[in-house]
């Protein structure tokens, strides 16, 4: 199947730490792989915490070190549009899903996944919110993204291959 565009949402709880690492790592694979020009991404949170906010110093400082830059993204809330507007909408755990789950109408459900489910690499099913913890959760929390990544966009190419 062709589609002039696949849409990819990344959701965790203030859109301040895993999702917007999530939609920098996954934009970055897509740029250097030439799929820019048909994958979009976005990030959201499920709670209006950090709205128009960039990404957490922290966040943004392990992206960096890895190539990444995120300083360009901003929090926002995710909305039930959203559904209507993605061919994708990934939780970064269970609780996000569960929110994200009474947000989405009945017909769109399908599009709502957990974002590890995509990993080859890891047994975990939830990314971990680093906020509260140290350097070392951003790092983690970006390996499990670089993973999930990986699998997501050969979901969408196995899927939508142009």
């Known amino acids: 199947m062709s589609k002039d565009q696949v849409k990819v949402l990344f959701v965790c709880m203030g859109?301040?730490?895993?999702?917007p690492t999530a939609e920098g790592v996954f934009r970055h694979l897509?740029?250097?792989q030439g799929h820019d020009h048909w994958i979009k991404?976005?990030?959201?949170g499920t709670h209006a915490?950090?709205?128009?906010?960039?990404?957490?110093?922290?966040?943004?400082q392990t992206a960096r070190?890895?190539?990444i830059e995120l300083s360009d993204l901003r929090a926002r809330k995710a909305i039930e549009q959203d559904?209507?507007?993605?061919?994708?909408v990934l939780a970064m755990d269970h609780d996000n899903f569960r929110i994200l789950e009474q947000l989405s109408p009945e017909e769109h459900r399908q599009r709502l996944h957990l974002f590890l489910d995509f990993s080859r690499d890891y047994e975990e099913k939830e990314v971990p919110d680093p906020?509260?913890?140290?350097?070392q959760g951003f790092e983690h929390v970006f390996d499990l993204v670089e993973s999930a990544s990986r699998g997501l966009l050969d979901d969408i190419?196995?899927?939508?291959?142009r």
């Open 15 to 19: 859109n301040i730490c895993r999702s």
């Open 41 to 44: 991404t976005d990030s959201a």
């Open 30 to 32: 897509v740029k250097q």
């Open 83 to 88: 559904f209507h507007h993605f061919d994708y």
């Open 65 to 67: 070190k890895r190539g």
């Open 131 to 135: 906020y509260y913890g140290g350097a």
């Open 49 to 60: 915490f950090h709205v128009g906010e960039q990404p957490d110093p922290r966040a943004q």
């Open 157 to 161: 190419l196995s899927k939508y291959r």
